[in-house]
């Protein structure tokens, strides 16, 4: 007996360091909202290439990759569909460009509260990130002042 509980400890602790490290290095935030919002991230790929298919949040009823682009003055906004990602590089995405769309908030998003949302890749399979959720007009997080564009 005591020597069969040991070896279940002894696997115990073999078990986490045969685990790789993530590949995937996700960061952003959240904007806070009532009923729809939206959310930026960063992904940092230090793994094979990969593709974003898709992403889900408890707090949100649909969430969708989204990507808005000037069409004579009017910001339009359509489904992104997958976005790849090479080995070595990133997904920037920003107020005005690419962005996660929260639709059907199941209560409104607050500053100062976090977003837990996990993002789905094609090859990594699933991401989870907490996200800070910054006030209504935020363009990202206040890092030295106003990035105006
Ligand atoms: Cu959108």
């Known amino acids: 007996m005591k020597s069969f509980s040991f070896l ?3 696997l115990a602790l073999v078990a986490p360091a045969a685990a790789k490290a993530p590949a995937l290095h996700v960061s952003g935030w959240a904007r806070a909202g009532v009923g729809s919002s939206a959310a930026y991230v960063s992904v940092h790929n230090s793994g094979a290439a990969d ?4 992403a889900s949040s408890p707090a949100a009823a649909s969430v969708t990759i989204h990507d808005s682009q000037n069409s004579g003055g009017v910001m339009r906004m359509r489904a992104a569909g997958a976005v790849s ?9 920003k ?3 690419l962005h996660i769309m929260l639709s059907g908030l199941k209560a409104p998003l607050k500053p100062g509260t976090t977003l837990p949302l996990t993002m789905r890749f094609e090859k990594a399979g699933l991401v989870r ?4 959720v910054l006030p209504p007009g935020a363009q990202g997080p206040a890092a030295g002042g106003h990035h105006g564009h």
């Open 8 to 10: 279940v400890a002894s």
């Open 51 to 54: 593709r974003l298919i898709g």
């Open 85 to 93: 990602v090479a080995s070595g590089g990133m997904i920037a995405m």
């Open 95 to 97: 107020p005005g460009g």
């Open 129 to 132: 990130a907490s996200l800070p």
